[in-house]
């Protein structure tokens, strides 16, 4: 099930996206006094308790699911918050502001945990009632395949994404320049191929890096100015905090920090409070993305209800 699933293309929608055509006057002037995605960029810091995500990996690592990581429940979060907030899965495309039409995620994997280690990005998709056994075995499928004792240039099985990293860095700097003007002009107005879009992290619902697996704390990363990302999510390092209770007794709870950078043009933040409120809920209980949602909402883009 995909958003907007059997929704018909009209006038002044994309390939990748539907036009939101009930936006306030503001929300209509707002991309226009703010072009660039580095005009509107807002930062959101939030700590996540995950006591009970660790305890769920315990018990379905036991289960099978070997390779199961905080990565796979956060990814399921990510995705059942979409289902239930469906506004944060929309971009800015020229300036007008548009549902997107899928929910594609983009991930780094380092090929070595060292200085000179390359690196590889998968962008898995999810449906959007998708439970975390589909969400880890659409990121196992990417990741199962990166072989991570050659370079990138070196790997005859690397992803579509790679190859095209590869050619555009062999070309001569005129060359590349004068590719990338024409890529923005025609990203412009929705115009890229579909197979450069489907291959590109730039156009994607959600980045996410994890800064904890390298031990550190997470930072504010940019949303790139190229392509339809709006969000960009980074994980930090876990640790132990122990809390005082009413009663005076001691609890200890095992958090994540989290650092969040969006293009407020998008949506407001009634919005994106409310995705934070859901996700908060969702990571206190894991055990709800072992079931796929009750009820999943579709973003409302249409000034009078849609006949279905």
């Known amino acids: 099930m995909k958003p907007f699933e059997g929704r018909k293309r009209r006038y002044g929608d994309r390939k990748d996206g539907f036009l939101v055509r009930n936006m306030a006057p503001m929300e209509v002037v707002v991309p226009y006094i703010m072009p660039e995605k580095s005009d509107a960029w807002v930062l ?51 300036s007008h502001v548009y549902a997107r039409n899928e929910i594609k995620f983009a991930m780094v994997v380092k090929k070595g945990m060292h200085f000179d280690g390359d690196r590889t990005i998968i962008t898995p998709r999810f449906e959007v009632d998708s439970t975390l056994k589909d969400v880890y075995d659409r990121v196992e499928e990417q990741t199962s395949t990166i072989d991570k004792t050659v370079k990138v240039e070196d790997d005859e099985n690397g992803s579509g994404l790679d190859k095209l990293e590869i050619l555009l860095a062999h070309l001569p700097s005129f060359v590349l320049s004068t590719a990338f003007f024409f890529i923005r002009r025609l990203e412009k107005h929705g115009w890229l191929p579909k197979k450069l879009v489907d291959l590109s992290p730039f156009h994607t619902s959600i980045f996410v890096t994890n800064m904890g697996s390298m031990g550190v704390s997470p930072v504010y990363h940019h949303v790139y100015n190229l392509g ?76 009078k209800p849609r006949k279905k």
Do not use: C
């Open 44 to 94: 959101f810091e939030d700590s996540f308790d995950v006591t009970a995500v660790q305890k769920l990996l315990r018990q379905q690592r036991k289960a099978g699911w070997k390779g199961l990581t905080t990565y796979h429940v956060l990814f399921a979060a990510l995705v059942r918050v979409i289902s239930k907030v469906p506004q944060i899965n929309r971009f800015v495309g020229g």
């Open 228 to 303: 339809t990302l709006s969000i960009f999510v980074a994980l930090g390092k876990q640790y132990m905090k122990n809390e005082v209770q009413l009663d005076g007794s001691i609890t200890s709870k095992q958090m994540i920090d989290v650092k969040v950078v969006v293009d407020e043009r998008i949506t407001d933040g009634f919005v994106y409070a409310s995705a934070f409120k859901e996700m908060h809920d969702i990571m206190m209980h894991p055990e709800v993305l072992l079931e796929k949602p009750e009820t999943v909402r579709e973003d409302v883009i249409d000034r």
